[in-house]
């Protein structure tokens, strides 16, 4: 209540009015260590109803963690540990970033499959279950009526995640005022159509009844439990309790002396005594269940060695040792094969080299496996039956699916990639974005990208989403225009273990680019000559995916003609601007100011490439309801047209 005061910026209603269970929940429940925030066999804590963070915050604090009540004080100011929202790697004890409404539950439900995938991967013998632990996450009203609570809590059901524990703050207010309005389905009922275990009318503000009730939830092991607790939100405050004005601003000075006098707190702001911080301080219970856990881990390794070390590297986010080698054959290979196929084709060719020394991949398709090609040759459905697996039918739920994978990469352990169509990241925008602000490494496979995709026409084509995609911060894009280059790009992203990474595929077939072995290499490096000329180029055709082919044909008859024709294949934008300033003017040199870009989409990205004088080749509105190729001829994206834009330089 005092840090939103002083911040004169908040939402203290949340935090008042879940302080109750918070206290049963941290004190008698949670497995943690405030001196080892990433102990790996802690309990998970997400708080989805990421407004309420000064809660989190003052537990945190309370309990131990290198969180001083300065950073409390200092709540949503520039550079604090404490942000108007929870968010991951800037204070310790946060699992992940939350704030956008449900997001922080489908994380939970992630955080829940690698538990229970891990722990059937891992856990030898009775006594050696080196992975044990429970995922907690408080919701409020917003986090369920957001759509994506749907869909990630329909398939926490469908898999018996029976250790994931949702806490369901049920204030019946948002910032509008009375969700009755507006909010009125039975939550029981709705969990129980889910097979959920769901534990109605808790009491949010008796000790014993949540403590009984998370009892209840933990004896569940075969179904994900939601406990309804029911809640005064702003709880205390005389005036506000129980309304609207609570939910999303300071309470105001003279109500917050109130508060003080009505629950008998006499002592000024951030001052908590003595006797309060040794009740709440889990510093030495918490270095006792990581002892403990450490000792049980020695025997595991004494005796399952092969096991312990794997289990390490994968928590770790380690790739294997001789991964550089086994990934450099596997490019090498693939080019000396130059196979015309899709690179959605060459993705998954990509997984089945990849997969089989990558067992912390997993992956899954929003109901288009086979479309998307993400399902390899070693790939084991998890289930509600079978948690020792690697791949998830995720059903048509790309929001979900995205921010389930966040869940998984936060957790630890695994490398989650999921796929979809590239027009329905529309669908899945937020938990994308989500992804590059936590800087997670999720894969994301994007195919039928572009016009290409034919016949379903412009409610299916991508034209704009490559454009908007590489223009998140931190998310690394790559849109490879052959076999050779999907493999470059599948090696990249798994590497890249600071940055989610979108690979965008293409449904039609795509004929292998000659390489010689420094333009191989060089792939990894974003952009690179693919044609050149025998003098110096006077012209550049700067190209991605499916439109390099055409960029090449293009060239090859510009070059005949007298022309000296550069293509630059430019499979990842963002990658090439990283490069040294002395490589991209190798690629890209100043000197030459005639410059065409081709891309199959949006047409405003390429103008830094190309300059106000360059010329695109593009797609400047929606799509049409035809074969690819006769789409592509539609819009004059083929080497005729290319030569012809060509010509106006």
């Not at 022309?563 to 430019?570: E, G, I, L």
Request: glycine letters at 10%; one cysteine or more.
């Amino acid at each position: 209540m005092d840090a939103v005061q002083r911040a004169r910026s908040g939402h203290p209603g949340a935090p008042m009015g879940m302080a109750d269970i918070a206290e049963v929940l941290w004190n008698d429940f949670l497995r943690f260590n405030p001196a080892n925030p990433g102990w790996v066999d802690r309990d998970r804590f997400v708080m989805s109803n990421g407004h309420g963070s000064m809660l989190l915050y003052s537990i945190l604090h309370l309990c131990g963690y290198d969180l001083p009540v300065e950073e409390l004080k200092n709540f949503r100011q520039l550079h604090s540990k404490t942000p108007g929202h929870p968010e991951y790697g800037y204070t310790p004890g946060i699992e992940t970033t939350t704030g956008p409404l449900g997001q922080g539950l489908a994380n939970a439900v992630g955080m829940a499959i690698a538990e229970r995938t891990l722990a059937a991967r891992f856990n030898r013998s009775p006594g050696l279950d080196i992975v044990d632990h429970y995922t907690y996450v408080s919701v409020g009203d917003g986090c369920l009526m957001e759509g994506i609570s749907h869909e990630a809590c329909s398939l926490a059901g469908t898999l018996g995640l029976g250790k994931l524990i949702v806490i369901y703050d049920s204030n019946q207010i948002s910032i509008d005022g009375e969700v009755d309005g507006w909010f009125t389905e039975d939550i029981p009922q709705r969990f129980k159509a889910y097979r959920w275990h769901v534990i109605p009318e808790v009491d949010g503000h008796d000790p014993d009844s949540i403590r009984q009730a998370v009892i209840e939830a933990q004896a569940a092991t075969d179904k994900p439990s939601i406990l309804c607790c029911n809640t005064v939100i702003g709880m205390g405050s005389p005036n506000k309790q129980g309304k609207a004005s609570s939910h999303g601003a300071p309470l105001g000075v003279e109500e917050v002396a109130l508060v003080r006098e009505t629950i008998d707190w006499p002592w000024p702001e951030f001052e908590v005594p003595d006797e309060i911080y040794r009740g709440w301080d889990a510093r030495q219970r918490g270095a006792g269940l990581e002892a403990a856990w450490n000792e049980k881990f020695s025997i595991y390794r004494e005796r399952y060695p092969d096991d312990a070390a794997e289990f390490q590297r994968r928590v770790s986010g380690d790739l294997p040792e001789d991964w550089r080698e086994m990934s450099r054959a596997y490019i090498e290979n693939t080019q000396q094969q130059a196979e015309a196929v899709a690179s959605r084709k060459a993705s998954q060719n990509a997984l089945n080299a990849y997969g089989p020394a990558l067992p912390e991949l997993i992956g899954g398709s929003a109901d288009l496996t086979g479309s998307n090609l993400t399902l390899w040759q070693d790939s084991t459905v998890i289930s509600h039956e079978v948690a020792d697996g690697n791949y998830l039918y995720y059903g048509v739920r790309e929001f979900a699916m995205a921010a389930i994978n966040n869940g998984l990469a936060l957790h630890g352990g695994f490398i989650p990639y999921g796929g979809t169509f590239l027009i329905f990241t529309e669908y899945a925008r937020n938990a994308l974005r989500m992804a590059a602000l936590m800087k997670q490494r999720t894969i994301f496979v994007l195919t039928h990208d572009s016009i290409g995709l034919g016949e379903d026409g412009p409610t299916h084509q991508a034209v704009e989403q490559a454009a908007t995609l590489r223009l998140i911060p931190n998310m690394s894009v790559w849109r490879p225009c052959d076999a050779v280059e999907t493999a470059v790009a599948w090696k990249q992203a798994l590497e890249n273990s600071d940055n989610p990474t979108a690979l965008l595929l293409s449904r039609q077939s795509l004929p292998c680019m000659d390489r010689t072995a420094e333009q191989l290499d060089a792939i990894e490096r974003g952009a690179y000559i693919l044609v050149e000329p025998e003098a110096g180029p006077d012209l550049i055709i700067i190209a991605t995916g499916s439109e390099v082919a055409i960029a090449a044909a293009a060239a090859q008859r510009l070059n005949a003609d007298g022309r000296r024709v550069r293509v630059v294949s430019m499979p990842s934008a963002d990658v090439f601007d990283a490069q040294p300033e002395q490589y991209r003017e190798q690629v890209l040199p100043a000197a030459c100011r005639r410059r065409v870009a081709v891309e199959a989409g949006i047409p405003d990205y390429w103008r830094k490439y190309v300059g106000l004088d360059g010329r695109i080749l593009g797609v400047p509105t929606f799509g049409e309801s035809a074969p690819g190729s006769a789409v592509f001829d539609h819009f004059g994206i083929n080497a005729e047209g290319l030569i012809r834009l060509a010509q106006t330089l």
